[in-house]
Structures are given as C-alpha cells and as structure tokens.
C-alpha cells in the first residue's frame, strides 16, 4: 500500500496546479505525459502549489525539459511555445555570448523558467557547470553564461567482489566510466574478466567532483588496490617534473603495456595457435600465429613501437610485414591486401600505426589477418606474450614517486568516504 501511495504521490500536486492558469496547466499537463523525461518543480513561490486558487502574478516556478535526437535550441522553444520572434531574440541574444550553436546535443537540458503565466527566461545547460541564462524583461533580451564552482573531494572507495567487479562497485553506487578506468589501470596484472573470485577486496582514492552539492562526476583516480585469490596488486597515479604520467606499481614499475593485445580492434579469431587442418593444402600443420576474420580493407596496426624488417610477398603468407620490436619480440601480419603508407623494410612504426590492410593474399580461403610473433626467432602464441611495461619511474624521480605512495597508502588506509577536502565548500551533503 505504501508504494501505491508513493507513486500517487506526484499526481496530487500537478492537479492542483490547475488553479494556476490555462496556458501553465497545458505547459504542466505535457510535463505529466512526459513524466521521467520532464521534470517540474517550483524554484520560490509565495504561496504553496495547493494554495489559493488565484496565483499571485509574482509566482515563479520552472519546467526542465532537454533536447531530443537532432533537435535544436529553437526545436525545443518551439515545441513549448516559444513565438519565433522571442526564438530570434534568444538566438539573437546568445550570439553576444560564447555559446557555441554547432555544438547542441541530444540531451542537452533547457529549463524554462515563468514568472505568473510568462515566461520570464530560459537557460541551456550542457553538463551541471556551464550554463547560459536568457532573461526576458523590460530591458530586452538578454543572455550571460554562469560558470558554477566545483567541488574536489578525495574520497576512498571499498568493496568486495560479489559476482564480477562491475557488479560490486555498481552496488556501491559508482559509476561504469569509474569501473573501467580501474579495470584499465590494473589490466597488466589482472584480467577482471576471468580472474576475479567472490571476497576478493579491492580500495580506490580518486576525487569525486560536485556541483552545489551534487554529485557531477569522478575525477582523478590516485590510487587503486586489488587483492585476491591471483594476487595483491596496486597502482599509483604519479606525474613526473617533465609532466610525463602514468600508473605505476609500488616498485615503480610502468602498469601500461608497451604491446597491444591484438592489431586488429575488432575481429574474430578463426584460428588459434596450434595444429590444424590446413584447408589449401589439404593437411594437418602447426598454425604458429592466430587468424583474425575480418573484411578486405580492415587496417591492421602494429601491436609495438619498432622497425620494419620485411614488407613485401613472403610464399603462403602473400603481402607480408614483419617488425622488430624491443626484447627480442618481432610480430608479423599476412595475407595484406595492401600495405599501409611508408611501411617498407628500416623504416620505424609507431604502436597502433597501420602497417597494411586485411587481405586474402597469398594462401587464404577467405579475407583474414594472419598474425604472429616471434621471440627471439621461435613463434610464440600471441595470446601467451607477457608484454614489456612501458617506462618505469626514473630513479631520479623515485624519492618524489615514494613520497605521493606514502600519502596515497595512508589515505587508502582511512575508512571509506571523503579523506581530505580540498577546497573549503567541499562539504557534500551525503
Ligand atoms: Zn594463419
């Protein structure tokens, strides 16, 4: 029953907000069709919304509503209303400020603010900061943008694993781009799809920014801590004096790999490293790299930094690249129907530099990237390549590197919350 009346509970005050007017219960009444979408709610008012049936002129209250797919500032005016002439005097208006006009997404919010049975303004509102106030009055139309302040809270998150990590920090009510990043940080060490097991225990420090109190969205992310059945793993945010960055782990070791996982972004593998049944040759072979499925055109990137050492026919293997990376590691791409542009034997490519296009030269049944890599000479299986880290702190930087650790493992040792406000109106209200 309690719930019944719960959700009675918004019907009542929009009713009564008939005694208002005409023009406002139509603009109310498409509020309640759109309920979820439209919000509306009073910002000051002399008398309450049940109130006498007279509304004082003085009444002020707001409707929100935001933009849909593909519409415009003048779209959403018009749909409420708005005559063309005042839309030319807004547009008009916001011209006089840095509003960009390209730049009106879906979404976007648009709050109309009345005064009585007027509209007394509008503001636009991209995200919770920013924000472009029109004001309708005696002396015109008139626009200003509001910047509003935001507040840093360095806060510690903890949780345990229950089910997957994006189940368990979702439960703690943070966001998906928050689970990400984590997963990304420590992705050298862990796989959060496979590796993760029930009881587990992982900890964030990060900035949490808030916007009048409310939360807007994560900040930085300063440090992470994974420990569980696979092992015990952390990962500190530190920016050199040269303001190089990364994530490293407590020896100062570089936490981002220096080789990507696949030179294909999305692909299917169709053949795995291993034997198998060669479909041309009609027999039974090593396959000593992975096949990837992908359309005639498909740009292949290089998994590494490193130097061509082979671009041109190689046999079975047709338009073929082979690079050098550091450590003794070389990949090689196959079949390319077209080799990408300056790619030729001494020259240098860059990680993600396209060294050719997925083709079905040479001996292939179908369009496919044939991919390999080789250590020191013998081919290994691409999925089996632990990958060199990148750079690790400088040992002249390390006695700074210790001392933010030191901070961040004392910060991580606090209960979960807000460990330290970092400006004074840092005060949310949760
Ligand atoms: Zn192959």
């Not at 959060?192 to 969205?217: A, G, H, P």
């Not at 303001?243 to 990507?260: A, I, P």
């Not at 650790?405 to 807000?418: E, F, I, R, T, V």
Request: with cysteine; hydrophobic share 40%; proline share 6%.
């Amino acid at each position: 029953m309690a719930e019944i009346e719960q959700q009675g509970g918004p019907v009542g005050p929009v009713k009564r907000v008939g005694f208002v007017g005409r023009a406002v219960v139509v603009l109310l009444g498409l509020a309640v069709l759109a309920a979820g979408v439209l919000v509306v709610r009073r910002l000051t008012m002399k008398h309450p919304v049940c109130g006498p049936e007279t509304p004082s002129p003085d009444s002020t209250y707001v409707a929100e509503d935001s933009l849909g797919k593909g519409e415009m500032l003048a779209g959403a005016l018009a749909r409420w209303r708005v005559p063309q002439a005042r839309i030319n005097e807004v547009y008009a208006a916001l011209a006089e400020t840095d509003f960009d006009f390209r730049n009106m997404r879906r979404g976007d919010e648009v709050v109309f603010a009345y005064k009585g049975l007027d509209l007394a303004g509008i503001a636009y509102r991209k995200d919770p900061v920013t924000s472009y106030n029109v004001r309708f009055d005696s002396a015109g139309t008139t626009a200003a943008k509001e910047t509003k302040p935001v507040d840093t809270v360095r806060v510690v998150v903890r949780g345990a694993i229950k089910g997957s990590l994006w189940n368990s920090l979702i439960a703690l009510g943070e966001k998906p781009g928050l689970i990400v990043n984590f997963a990304e940080i420590l992705s050298y060490d862990v796989d959060f799809l496979t590796e993760v097991n029930d009881r587990d225990s992982f900890e964030l420090l990060l900035d949490k920014l808030y916007v009048d109190s409310t939360f807007y969205r994560d900040g930085r992310v300063y440090a992470v801590h994974y420990k569980g059945k696979i092992g015990n793993y952390y990962g500190f945010f530190y920016r050199d004096p040269s303001g190089h960055w990364d994530y490293y782990n407590e020896k100062g070791q570089s936490l981002r790999k220096t080789v990507l996982r696949s030179p294909l972004q999305f692909a299917k593998v169709t053949s795995y490293f291993g034997m198998r049944y060669h479909p041309i040759l009609r027999t039974w072979r090593q396959h000593t790299g992975i096949d990837y499925g992908a359309p005639t055109g498909t740009p292949v990137s290089a998994i590494a930094d490193g130097t061509v050492t082979m671009a041109g026919w190689n046999g079975g293997y047709g338009n073929f690249v082979q690079v050098r990376h550091a450590g003794g590691l070389a990949s090689c791409y196959g079949h390319l129907s077209r080799y990408g542009a300056g790619v030729k034997a001494g020259q240098t490519v860059r990680q993600g530099q396209t060294v050719g296009y997925v083709g079905m030269t040479g001996l292939a049944t179908g369009p496919h990237l044939h991919f390999e890599v080789r250590q020191g000479g013998k081919a290994v299986n691409p999925l089996k390549v632990i990958p060199p880290r990148a750079e690790p702190v400088a040992s002249k930087n390390m006695p700074e590197f210790n001392v933010f650790k030191a901070s961040y493992l004392a910060d991580l040792a606090k209960p979960a919350g807000p460990v330290v406000a970092v400006t004074d109106s840092a005060r949310p209200a949760h």
